[in-house]
């Protein structure tokens, strides 16, 4: 079985890609979103990722949101979709 990759940058067409890919009947895995649900606020690899995370990053997080994880990954997450 021959495995490929899509890579690139922001709007570079990945998605483009690998929806052609799915209508011509290649399985599809699409890392970004199995990322995204694995560290879904309450997840596992969430809490585990919290607690590891340095005493001085939280120095620098506005207090408001520091107190509330998932506040600060969904406001992380709309940040990062532009």
Known sequence: MK???ITGGI???KSAVAG???EM???VIDADRLGHE???PGK?????LSTSLARE???QIDASIAGNWERLCLQMQRNWAG
């Open 11 to 13: 709007a570079s067409g």
């Open 20 to 22: 052609m890919l799915r």
């Open 57 to 59: 990053l939280w120095d």
């Open 3 to 5: 495995r490929i990759g």
């Open 25 to 27: 009947g290649f399985h």
């Open 38 to 40: 694995v560290i879904e």
């Open 44 to 48: 596992p690899a969430m809490t585990k």
